[in-house]
């Protein structure tokens, strides 16, 4: 059995250590134990997509296996991560972190083990907390390279800490070198991997990396090729739309690369995409100029981007202008959502002495028990504030139900969702003319 590490190196597992691979075999080993052994949670983790596709989980797997085994201890559960980058993501963000995490809450096991402590992550800002988190709540941590870690004293923080430091430097040189083979790669007007855009194909050219592994170079996809051709013509001539680009495309029974339908966003993305001209394009690199690879000449694309520029800066300003509307409702079209941004709408109650008219959220979602369809759940809010409207004196209760929420909250203009422009209005009216407007009576001046 063959299986490539986190180096790209090809390693071979003997026969003897496959056994430790089989749960039944496992199992069988298990069973010798005492049933008083400590509880042990194993978790494996590997980084990159190419570790993924090559299921670089084995040799952490049988290593964990076996020191667990010669530790005398009860695997419960295994925990594995694939693809997922220790330095990168953050604990938070990573279920099986967080499902250990639930589990030693809950005292399901005594000690986790990993292949090594940076498989719990490589952010010295924030991995030598989890660790901690997981001692201080009676777990012991181990790692078969590094064997325990305890949490002790000052100098055991310390330690911790110069580990996961030391895991985060490694990781930051990992990266460094790799946009540095990434740029000279480029620079020599070859393919480095990756996402191939519309209108290419990825081809074996006999190209091999250094490891003697074949690779694949670009070449242009001619009958994809046209296609984006037309769609570059269309936006730059015609002044066409996304929506419309996306449309024809569609129509067509075309699909993207993940082969869903296309949207105005890839249509955008593909205008935007300047190695249709004939360079290679990454982030660290660009390559000189590949006539072999070019689809639209360079003032082909400058027009189709600047009349993208121009559709977006006319949106935009359409965007802030009051719409139209015979409404007569107060404030409706010009009041805007802080939350989301989008031109809020008029609702008016068939019952205006029930509820009078409403300026609201267009985005769909719902107060619960609410015949307001449309509107946002206050407690879903995202921790604006949603404030209690003062009970007035309910003379007509037979009128209304007084369990509906819309009459106990609402959002205040430009902080949150929702209005009653004709008493804001009102309100301001009447306290010019010096009446109260809830007790209808004048104030002393």
Known sequence: MVYWD???NTVEISKADQLWLDDGYFKTQQAHLPPDAPRAALSYRVSTKGQVDHNDIPMQKIKCRKFAQQQGWRVVMEKAEKGISGSKVSASKRDVIQELRQEAGNGSFDI???YMFDRLGRIESETPFVLEWFVQHGIQMWSVHEGQQRIESHGDKLMNYIRFWQAAGESEKTSIRTRDRIRQIVSSGHFAGGFVPYGYR??????VNKRDQ??????IDPEEAAWVREVFEKVANEGASGYAMAR????????TRQGARFQSVNIRRMIRHEGYTGYLITKAARSEFLQELQIVDEKLFARANEGIDCRSKKLAQEKNIAAKTNNPTLLAGIVV??????KMSAFLHQRPAVLPAWISCPLPAAFSGSPLRGHR???HADGHAVFKVQQAKRKQKSCHRTDQPCLRFFWKVMLVGYVTAERICKNMLYSIVGIDYHKNRAVST
């Open 248 to 255: 024809m495309l569609n129509d067509r029974g075309l699909c």
């Open 6 to 8: 986190e180096q790209g």
């Open 214 to 219: 074949p690779v694949k170079d670009l070449e």
């Open 202 to 207: 990825a081809v074996d050219k006999g190209r």
């Open 112 to 114: 986790l083990l990993v």
């Open 377 to 379: 759940r206050v407690s």
């Open 337 to 342: 959502c802080a939350h989301c941004g989008a």
